[in-house]
């Protein structure tokens, strides 16, 4: 007897009279915005300017998408290139399919191409970025939710998803919601990279290491309990062998770092105003303000003194007439 399970979307495409609203671009959307929007944050508290991590962005959006899309595309390559298929499907993103390890890769070409016309060290964009790239996959995967994808194996637990489509080969039923399990995950990943980076002042790319680590372990598991279709290579799915060999990278790369450049860069980007230099600058103004008025009190309580004392000059004068 089912007692409980999620349900799935009836569809994922909702009609504003002759325009479609996806589902799954929306979620896309929502989580590029999230991840600058939090980018943004850690970015000038890191002494950077404000604007500068949309900016680098335009460059990254849209290399990262085509990264993902094409990582999709090569190893699922069957789904549009076998018989009975259509080719010009592998253009419709929309639809669904975006490998995450492409995302990254080429996402940093276009990050690292938006830097470099910055004059800002990848590195230290990387760092800002990678708490809010976490909560843009977390908020992105919503997206296989609406079109009915990426679960995992048949359960009976009361958080189940109910799949109700039958068409791509998929049988109705109930299954892990392997897109939560990554959700929640990702969170857990951003909060991970935030709190560690305040803890241990991390810099030089490993905080973006340590988020692509902790990314690797839960994908790892997650992707053992998706009953997709997938590549194997000696008993494995081919994103559990990428996850292991990224994860390995990461952590080589945060220990390597680490001996090499500790400590966090001091400057991030050339020309920012440094946030000590502006803190002072304020509290000197405030100070000339404070000065300005009290010197203006002063002015006021003189003229009223000699008001005064004229007044009494005035009165003693009239007095001595009448005696």
Known sequence: ???????????????LGPIPLRGYAFCIIIGVFVAVWLGN???IARGGRAGTVADIAVWAVPFGLLGGR???????????????????????????????????????????????????PLPAYADAIAPGIAL??????????????LYGRETDLPWALKITSSTDGRVPGLYHPTFLYESLWCIGVALLVIWADRRFKLG??????????????????????????????????????TALIVFLLAVVYMVVSA????????????????????????????????????????????????EAGSTEVKDEAESAKKG
């Open 204 to 241: 030089h790319g490993r905080a973006f290491a340590l988020y692509v680590a902790a990314y690797c372990v839960g994908r790892f598991w997650i992707e053992y309990l998706r009953v997709d279709d997938a590549h194997h290579i000696l008993g494995l799915r081919l994103n559990n062998w």
């Open 41 to 43: 944050k850690r970015w």
């Open 1 to 15: 007897m089912e007692l409980a399970y999620i349900p799935s979307p009836s569809h994922g495409v909702y009609h």
């Open 136 to 149: 843009a996959q977390a908020i992105g995967r919503w997206g296989n939710w609406f079109n009915q994808e």
């Open 70 to 120: 094409l990582y999709h595309v090569i190893t699922d390559y069957e789904l549009y290139f076998s018989e009975g298929r259509d080719w010009v499907d592998s253009f419709k993103i929309w639809e669904g399919g975006l490998g995450i390890w492409g995302a990254i890769a080429l996402g940093a070409v276009g990050a690292w191409i938006g830097c470099r016309r910055r004059g800002i």
């Open 259 to 306: 001996k090499k450049r500790p400590g966090r860069e001091e400057v991030v980007e050339p020309g920012a105003p440094d946030g000590e230099t502006e803190d002072a600058e304020k509290a000197e103004d405030a100070q000339k303000a404070e000065d300005v008025e009290k010197a203006e009190a002063g002015t006021e309580s003189e003229e009223t003194a000699d």
